[in-house]
């Protein structure tokens, strides 16, 4: 898994500070050393965000949660650390309570297509975040979102479709 995050973050435009190893000393090819680490905000502790979350982490990213449902964020918070920001990541108080001005990266993982898209409007429009990614389940609210500016759109509903043609595919071919 690893290496996979290795591969992704040179996507996003970022390398490696040494080149033999996948740490967490993530630089941006022109950021300065006062970054060192790679700094995430992920908006929603449902699942998605939870298992986001502690990948990032594990892969040595320092990551804060925003989340507006109580009971949700002291879960989390129990589970991951006091990482979690309670409130509404569509708001701009709430985004600047988390550190949203110093992130390289804003994930938004909520389940309603129009929140992920403003969330991620105000993370890079008002803060000026690199990179944002949001997950879709409509796709055609994912076209929109990318038309947006949305760096990165998590289409939900063609992944799902993706994995299972790979999984039902073979049981479609005939033996000849």
């Not at 905000?41 to 990213?61: D, F």
């Not at 990551?63 to 650390?81: M, S, Y």
Request: charged content about 20%; aromatic content about 6%; glycine content about 6%.
């Amino acid at each position: 898994m690893i290496p996979n995050f290795c591969q992704y973050m040179k996507t996003l435009g970022l390398k490696l500070l040494t080149p033999t190893t996948c740490s967490w000393k993530l630089l941006r090819a022109d950021w300065i050393n006062e970054r060192y680490t790679l700094y995430v905000i992920v908006v929603g502790c449902g699942t998605t965000g939870i298992k986001v979350a502690e990948w990032l982490m594990a892969s040595g990213a320092e990551v804060t949660l925003i989340e507006k449902i109580a009971e949700k964020q002291r879960l989390a918070d129990n589970l991951l650390g006091s990482v979690v920001v309670l409130g509404d990541g569509t708001m701009i108080d709430t985004q600047n309570t988390a550190g949203t001005e110093r992130a390289a990266l804003f994930i938004s993982t909520l389940r309603s297509d129009e929140d992920n898209m403003l969330a991620c409007q105000i993370a890079k429009h008002h803060f000026e975040v690199d990179r944002t990614i949001a997950m879709s389940g409509n796709p055609d609210n994912a076209k929109l979102l990318s038309l947006l500016g949305i760096d990165i759109v998590v289409d939900v509903t063609e992944l799902i479709t993706e994995k299972i043609q790979s999984l039902v595919a073979p049981m479609l071919v005939e033996d000849l």
